[in-house]
Each structure stands twice: as structure tokens, then as C-alpha cells.
């Protein structure tokens, strides 16, 4: 089964966190909010610590 990082942006406060350990999954739009880019442009567990590091857990795993 496969599943995907999601951004709830309503939580994100634009620290970049995500982006500098999962720089090929997340960016930063042009509201300096995170979005995914491509689900699966890191490894599980290097996305899985950039899960873990946002001080607002504003990311989580979507099960499909
Ligand atoms: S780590 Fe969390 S708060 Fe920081 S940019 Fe990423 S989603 Fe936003």
C-alpha cells in the first residue's frame, strides 16, 4: 500500500524545516507555505523525519 506525505497549510508557519531535510519532496509556495511536490522525491524515512521535525505537525502521511 502506498501512501503519500499531505500538508495541512492552515498549520503551517513557514519555517522551511521541511524543505531543507526533504528538499525534493516539499517547497515552500509562493505564500511561503509548504506543499508537496513529489510524494515520493526522498526516501520514507528521510520524509518521515522532515514529518517529525515540523514544530506545528502540519505534515502527516495519507494512506491510499
Ligand atoms: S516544517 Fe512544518 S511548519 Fe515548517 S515549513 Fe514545513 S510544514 Fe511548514
Given at each position: 500500500m502506498a501512501r503519500a506525505p499531505v500538508v495541512d497549510q492552515t498549520l503551517?508557519?513557514?519555517?522551511?524545516l521541511c524543505t531543507e531535510i526533504a528538499g525534493g519532496t516539499f517547497e515552500l509556495d509562493e505564500n511561503n507555505l509548504s506543499r508537496v511536490i513529489?510524494?515520493?522525491?526522498?526516501p520514507e524515512e528521510v520524509i518521515q523525519d522532515a514529518i517529525d521535525s515540523c514544530p506545528v505537525e502540519a505534515i502527516s502521511w495519507c494512506e491510499e
Open positions: 503551517c508557519i513557514s519555517c522551511g513529489d510524494p515520493t522525491g526522498d
